[in-house]
């Protein structure tokens, strides 16, 4: 992960932020795919839509279950 830029972003509470903007590789799907990442102190991850179009993403909210499975 290498420095990449700095970009600004507003939240959805209107507050406007500037982050820095890092390089990286990430396995995904069975593939490195180069990405932007931001850096937060969150405990979640998010990850970029565009890395799921295409798979089929299932999400069973009682079970607690997601999976994503490649669409070929």
């Known amino acids: 992960m290498v420095f990449h830029h700095v970009e600004r972003y507003e939240l959805a509470n209107g507050e406007v932020v500037v ?10 799907g069975g593939r490195a795919h180069v990405v932007d990442l931001i850096l937060t102190s969150s405990q979640d991850t998010l990850i970029v839509a565009s890395l799921l179009k295409s798979c089929k993403l299932t999400i069973d909210y009682p079970r607690r279950v997601v999976e994503v499975e490649r669409q070929i």
């Open 19 to 28: 982050m820095d903007v890092f390089r990286g590789t990430i396995l995904f």
